[in-house]
């Protein structure tokens, strides 16, 4: 079955086209066999999220959590004991970085930075190296890493792979297929999609899901039944959901690209882009995040103050477009200078393309942008 069926299908064990919201903590233990219970994981309804998802990942199994996070923390954790090394790319989401400068050194667990080339992680690997933890397209730069090499690296070591899929989402890219073992979503960007619901999810092998499974049910972070129901419905339009953002994003990247304002795009799509080959070669599609930089005489305040049917807010992967500005917000508390080094300009705005209009989407950054230029500030 292709995406888009996948995404619609019903799953067996209903005759409704939506699993009834099953609320229940209590299960009729002699009548129900196996012992159902929310933060076991294995409710009927969670089950059928996690399997969708796993599906659409080319995966054995999935497990839903109450966040992105939640699945991130129980997925390294249960794949790291102490003595272990880990090794992970350089510039991770802000929430996973923070879990493992906080965390890992108190399990005894040692770890350390790749920059996004192969060679590094090659140079990087260790004896007890048991884990390699990615993010393609990476935030906010789109980097591109080059999944297939890393595959392969981790296999001659034997060590496992994880990646958080979340910029691509299982629609543009499905890392599985290129030899990664463990793919994570924060279920709150594009899953959902519709900026109301946070959650996340983990796939992979059965063999894996193992251990992952039994330290979930040892951490607890499991999604609730209404939000389960929540993340069903919006899978139901995943495919043309971020099929559309797509579109308007490679429409919006070229647009942006020939605008006198801008001085840089970051979208893989582009050929301009430095990884733009190996996108080629391991997306189904670019995606629909881009950044782009406005030149230095730009206001940035004004810019975000004119914008309007774009909207200045820190998440990404809703059907709404939205910008941010990651100097000021995301990676505020990393010096200017550090930020200026890896190309992270005080100009740089990350875009979160949605399902809107594309020419109300490029009337509305012409308004703003002549509002914040020099001209008229
Ligand atoms: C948002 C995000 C997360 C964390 O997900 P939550 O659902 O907010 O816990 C992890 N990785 C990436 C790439 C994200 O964008």
Redesign the pocket.
């Known amino acids: 079955m292709q995406p888009s069926t996948k995404c619609v299908e019903i799953k067996k064990g209903t005759t409704g086209s939506v699993q009834p919201i099953d609320p229940s903590t209590a299960f009729h233990y002699i009548d129900s066999g196996p012992q159902f219970y929310p933060r076991y994981f294995n409710t009927p309804n969670q089950n059928v999220v996690a399997q969708k998802i796993a599906d659409l990942e080319h995966a054995e199994l999935g497990l839903i959590f109450g ?6 923390t129980t997925t390294i954790n249960a794949l790291t004991k102490p003595g272990d090394h880990a090794l992970f790319l350089n510039g ?2 802000g ?2 970085q923070s879990f493992i400068n906080s965390e890992l050194a108190d399990r005894n667990v040692e770890y350390s930075w790749a920059e996004k080339s192969i060679d590094s992680f090659e140079q990087n690997v260790r004896e007890n190296t048991s884990v390699i933890y990615v ?1 393609s397209p990476t ?1 906010p730069l789109l980097e591109i890493v080059d999944l297939r090499a890393i595959a392969n690296l981790a296999a001659e070591h034997n060590i496992v792979t994880i990646i ?1 899929n ?2 691509a989402s299982p629609i543009n890219q499905n890392p599985i297929d290129l030899g990664i073992d463990i793919v ?6 594009y899953l959902g999609g519709h900026s109301d619901l ?3 999810a983990v796939v992979c092998s059965r063999a894996l899901m193992d251990g992952i499974y039994k330290k979930a049910k040892i951490y607890g972070g499991s999604l609730n039944a209404l939000s389960v129901y929540l993340l069903e419905r919006s899978i139901k339009t995943l495919d043309v959901r971020v099929r559309r953002q797509n579109e308007n994003a490679a429409a919006m990247a070229r647009y942006l690209e020939s605008h006198e304002c801008v001085s840089r795009v970051y979208y893989p799509g582009l050929e301009s882009h430095p990884d733009h080959v190996v996108a080629q070669n391991q997306m189904h599609h670019p995606g629909a995040m881009i950044a782009f930089e406005l030149l230095e005489n730009i206001s940035i305040t004004e810019f975000l103050k004119n914008i309007q049917v774009i909207r200045p807010a820190l ?3 809703g059907v709404e477009s939205n910008v941010c500005v990651p100097a000021t917000t995301s990676h505020r508390d990393i010096p200017i200078a550090e930020l200026n080094a890896q190309g992270l300009t005080e100009q740089l705005i990350r875009f979160s393309v949605g399902i809107e209009d594309l020419d109300d989407l490029k009337n509305d950054f012409e308004k703003a942008v002549g509002a914040a230029s020099p001209l008229s500030v």
């Not at 966040?67 to 991130?72: D, K, V, Y």
């Not at 994570?184 to 960007?189: E, F, P, Q, V």
Request: hydrophobic fraction near 25%.
């Open positions: 966040s992105g996070l939640a699945a991130t991770l989401y929430g996973t993010e935030n958080d979340t910029f994570i979503h924060s279920g709150t960007k946070c959650c996340g998440s990404l992967g």
